[in-house]
């Protein structure tokens, strides 16, 4: 599989890439299609996982004793694998669950969690691999899940503490660009079908548009600064990246039922916020 990305240059030589993120599998939905096309271009990307994700879904085979960090642990190993990332890290925490659960009380959970004390431990991450760009998430978390929240904290304060300041990015989505997605002939007829099966359309809707806070996912088109528009072989990687979390049926199944078509279209472009920058959306990479 050829790379659509140039090797690095003199001008443009190899940067270390950090990317946090709150759980094992958010990686896919995020931000993988700029991980593999980073990879490719001979930078060095680092994920790291703020929580284990052991609130997750227990698959069926796993059986009651079986170690669910540790399976989950091995699905980002998966995921790694497919998109070039050279390196996993964790930062220990516990999942958070959804937004009123009672896991948002767990001391040991991320939205618990002293965000210097989550930050220092960041920061030994970006010191230790010398970053050049920490990918973080924006200021609502993309969705307002409490350890994406947490992460856009954690994120923001870790580039304070670096021994040598890195280049913050913050993942992000696109409000403009859902609703437009949205009103399209081939996402109409696909919620036509739902429908006819006994789907409530209006909710699907709902649950697109508007996070685990009931608000709206993501940011204006306004506030984003870069729009990386993926190759399809690239968008292949996402998918089979995606699909190395295949414990996660609850989101990462139905983002995998989604016919290939509307996948791209969903998952076919990144975006990513730049703070303290004001330049205009550009379709481009960011490095």
């Known amino acids: 599989m050829t790379s659509s990305a140039a090797a690095p240059t003199s001008a443009t030589p190899p940067l270390t890439i950090v990317v946090l993120h709150a759980h ?104 230790r691999e010398d970053a050049d760009v920490l990918i973080g998430y924006d200021h609502h978390g993309i969705y307002g899940h409490p350890d994406h929240i947490a992460v856009h904290r954690i994120g923001a304060r870790a580039v304070e503490l670096a021994a040598r300041r890195p280049r913050l990015l913050e993942a992000t989505q696109n409000q403009d660009a859902q609703v437009a997605m949205l009103g399209r002939p081939e996402v109409s007829e696909l919620f036509a079908q739902f429908a006819a099966a006994g789907s409530d359309v209006a909710e699907l809707r709902e649950m697109i548009l508007k996070g685990d806070d009931r608000q709206i996912v993501g940011v204006p088109e306004a506030d984003i600064a870069w729009a990386i528009d993926l190759p399809d072989d690239v968008i292949a990687l996402k998918r089979e990246a995606m699909a190395c979390h295949a414990s996660q049926t609850s989101d990462i199944g139905l983002m995998l039922a989604l016919p290939e078509n509307i996948y791209a279209l969903a998952f076919g472009t990144e975006y990513l916020v730049e703070p303290g920058s004001d330049q205009p959306m550009r379709r481009a990479r960011p490095f």
Do not use: K
């Open 24 to 127: 094992p599998d958010d990686e896919t939905s995020q931000t993988a299609g700029l991980m593999a096309l980073a990879a490719r271009a001979g930078h060095r990307v680092v994920v790291v996982f703020a929580t284990d994700g052991d609130h997750g879904q227990r698959p069926e085979d796993l059986g009651p004793d079986g170690d669910l960090v540790e399976h989950r642990r091995g699905e980002a190993r998966c995921s790694a694998r497919v998109l070039g990332t050279a390196r996993i890290d964790w930062l220990g925490y516990r999942d958070s669950g959804m937004t009123g659960w009672p896991q948002n009380d767990d001391p040991r959970c991320l939205h618990r969690a002293d965000v210097d004390e989550a930050a220092g431990r960041l920061a030994r991450i970006l010191d």
